[in-house]
């Protein structure tokens, strides 16, 4: 088995980088996603904590971002395997839904000077651009028909 840092280096020029399996740590009004060894896990601070549709959310904007970013730093030839993002929400009411939303990226082997290109390349994730400009969303149903009498 490779070590933590070997499985998640930079992709060689020229080559598609490999996105790691991750962890997404859920918190009150927040997920943390990082890249971890082994599956996919989603751990929560209780055993009684939900993945909850706000949860859901959040993740799926930290993972497109952190897919985007991936690609990107692999052909910048960045490593990635420290990278951590979190979204956090806020509500607001009549009705009630998610009014703000916020994520943060901490990349500690992400090079000064490159963190502006890595913010533009962020933006490029299509949860964000969705997000940014919401679509139109319809909801349709059925029923079960009623027998005649």
């Given amino acids: 088995m490779l070590p933590r840092h070997a499985a998640r280096r930079a992709a060689p020029p020229g080559s598609r980088p490999r996105h790691p399996t991750v962890k997404i740590t859920l918190l009150d009004d927040a997920v943390r996603y990082e890249a971890a060894p082994g599956p996919l896990t989603i ?9 909850s549709p706000f949860h859901m959310l959040g993740s799926s904007l930290a993972s497109c971002t952190f897919t985007v970013l991936a690609s990107w730093a692999g052909h910048a030839n960045i490593p990635f395997d420290d990278l951590v993002i979190d979204v956090r929400w806020t509500f607001a009411e009549k009705p009630h839904r998610v ?3 916020a994520l943060e990226f901490r990349w500690p082997s992400l090079p ?6 890595a913010q533009r390349a962020a933006q490029l994730c299509t949860i964000h651009a969705t ?8 909801i349709t149903g059925t029923a079960a ?4 009498a």
């Fill in 112 to 117: 000064a000077n490159r963190l502006a290109a």
């Fill in 145 to 148: 028909e009623e027998r005649a």
């Fill in 99 to 101: 009014d703000a939303m």
């Fill in 43 to 51: 751990e929560a601070p209780t055993a009684g904590t939900e993945y």
């Fill in 131 to 138: 997000l940014s400009h919401p679509p139109s969303v319809a």
